[in-house]
């Protein structure tokens, strides 16, 4: 039922991308997100559209299937799309046909609309199947340190998304268990009845919740009888930044640059 | 008391999780075997062997990309409403709490056979009956929070709440984990009981002693593959050790001491039989 599901799901690979340091890789893709926002013109926005393009296939992750998981995005996006080709009155006329119109500022606005949207995700995509969870959390970790300047806990912040984010399959194996146990107990949940589609909601929701907190309690109980105090946390795994990281945060500065210049 | 036969066949049957995805994963490789009421069936092997995948199957939770399972000579991926099939076959899953929801045990019980479309009064009558075969006194239970029970009382209601619905086929996942010696005596009471009714019983278990005292016919998976189909017994006595070794199954103590004392005799025979040639 909930199979293909792409998002937050680490694809491993050998990939340039891959063997960044998550660390450049967030900071890349918050950068280039508010870069998205501001620009309101076309020619710099595909400039920066086709070096996400490119980033895609550097990371060699499979098309299609990205696309797949992406698809529930890509219908609202188009949504979005069609709506502004056809609201917006401004500019020239470029079709007409009983009360449809499209003008060339809507089309222009539509295809801005899209394309900074869409690339934003595919940013975000390239971010998260590319890198680990927990290397996700110990990135934002290190980025948030000088928060600790303000007595914000850092520590048990990263703790918290690494443990979210730990759990995030673990929970989806456990909704399936959960809608079989039903499903074979009778339930419907793929009828097309509004009222059977809400009554199906009880039978799911209120085993995950209680295992979810049930669990909750566990880790909880598992980390003081181990003694954890947050400031004190020690990785296992350390990264550092190499060469490569270097090298590409020239690259993507170059990018941006040159594409302000240009156009 | 259900008084014709059931049978279920499985003919090369196999199945791929997420298909034509990169998380593509095969999980059955043509799986084939007949079992009726008459024997109860022990399905083993290692974790990640298929065992609970083939049991979705069954209830058509998930249908064959290949082969077909027929229940009763007919086809489940040719039934229209899978509810009829549900009905017929009911499948106890190995955690009770990813199935209890409601807030009393008696709604629980009543949850399956209301689903399948029984009177009111008859899943009540159902419900009672099918606690109190599993040791638990229904007037007791049927206003308690099913959260508010013990591990093992918990496991109980699950029992009972796929029993209330009637099923001709009773599927039990893993139903020995985390059980003591005496609830273990009770279940396989229960089970002998149910199969006495003429409901057919499938088990999954690590559990080889379990196996051997309660099953008939055993197959054996491994890696989505079949390994053995066919008598428990022969399975326990004669099959390769190695193989037996490498899905992870512990043999029976009696079992062990038949084979030493087998070995044991034919080197004697050996012996005796170079020994006469030499005289
Ligand atoms: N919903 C699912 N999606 C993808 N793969 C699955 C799913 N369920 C099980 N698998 C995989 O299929 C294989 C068989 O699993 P399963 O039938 O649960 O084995 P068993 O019950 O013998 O432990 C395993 O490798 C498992 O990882
Ligand atoms: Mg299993």
């Known amino acids: ?263 | 008391m259900i008084v014709n036969d059931t049978n279920i066949k499985v003919d090369s049957v196999s199945f791929t999780y997420n298909n034509g995805s990169i998380f593509q994963k095969q999980a059955l490789q043509d799986i084939s075997f007949e079992i009726n009421n008459k024997d109860i069936l022990g399905i083993c092997g290692n974790t990640g062997s298929g065992k609970s995948t083939l049991i979705r199957l069954l209830n058509r939770l998930i249908k064959p990309d290949s082969g077909f399972v027929k229940i009763n000579d007919v086809d489940l991926s040719e039934i229209k409403d899978p509810m009829e099939i549900r009905r017929k076959v009911g499948i106890i899953f190995q955690y009770p709490d990813n199935q209890l929801f409601e807030s009393s045990v008696k709604k629980e019980l009543v949850y399956g056979p209301l689903n399948f479309g029984f009177k009111k009064r008859e899943a009540l009558s159902q419900a009672r009956d099918s606690l109190n075969r599993t040791g638990l006194d229904y007037h007791k239970y049927k206003n308690r929070n099913p959260f508010s029970l013990s591990g093992g009382e918990k496991r109980k209601v699950a029992i009972a709440s796929i029993l209330s619905s009637r099923p001709e086929v009773i599927i039990f996942d893993e139903p020995t984990a985390g059980l003591d010696s005496n609830s273990r005596d009770n279940l396989i009471e229960l089970i002998f009981s149910l199969k006495k009714e003429g409901r057919m019983i499938i088990i999954i278990s690590h559990d080889s002693r379990f196996i051997d005292k309660v099953c008939d016919k055993l197959l054996v998976l491994s890696k989505s593959k079949q390994v053995y189909f066919g008598d428990r017994e022969e399975f326990f006595s004669r099959f390769d050790k190695s193989t037996i070794d490498d899905v992870g199954i512990e043999l029976p103590f009696e079992y062990k001491v038949l084979r030493a004392d087998r070995e044991k005799n034919s080197i004697k025979k050996i012996k005796e039989f170079i020994n006469k040639k030499h005289v």
């Open chain 1, 1 to 263: 039922m909930f199979d293909g599901i792409v998002l937050g799901q680490y694809i491993p690979g050998e990939s340039f991308l891959h063997r960044l340091n998550p660390i450049t890789k967030i900071v890349f893709c918050l950068f280039f997100m508010i870069v998205f926002l501001f620009i309101e013109d076309i020619f710099q926005l595909l400039t920066l559209f086709a070096f996400v393009i490119i980033c895609f296939f550097i990371s060699s992750l499979p098309l299609l299937h990205v696309l797949k998981g992406l698809k529930t995005i890509i219908f609202f996006l188009l949504i979005t799309f069609v709506m502004h080709l056809f609201f917006s009155k401004e500019g020239v006329v470029l079709f007409e046909y009983s009360f449809i119109v499209i003008t060339s500022k809507g089309l222009y606005n539509a295809i801005l609309i899209f394309l900074r949207i869409f690339s934003i995700i595919m940013l975000n995509s390239i971010l998260t199947l590319t890198t680990m969870p927990t290397d996700i959390a110990w990135a934002i970790e290190k980025l948030l340190y000088p928060l600790r300047l303000f007595r914000f806990p850092v520590e048990d912040f990263a703790l918290m998304l690494s443990l979210s984010l730990r759990f995030i399959p673990v929970l989806f194996e456990e909704l399936n268990k959960i809608i079989d146990s039903q499903r074979s107990r009778g339930a419907m949940f793929d009828s097309p009845s509004f009222v059977k589609k809400i009554m199906a909601f009880p039978p799911i929701l209120i085993p995950l919740f209680v295992n979810s907190f049930q669990r909750a309690e566990e880790i909880a109980i598992a980390m003081e009888t181990r003694c954890y105090s947050g400031s004190k946390r020690t990785h296992l795994n350390i990264i550092r930044p190499g060469l490569i990281d270097v090298l590409f945060f020239i690259t993507f500065v170059s990018v941006a640059l040159i594409s302000f210049y240009l156009f």
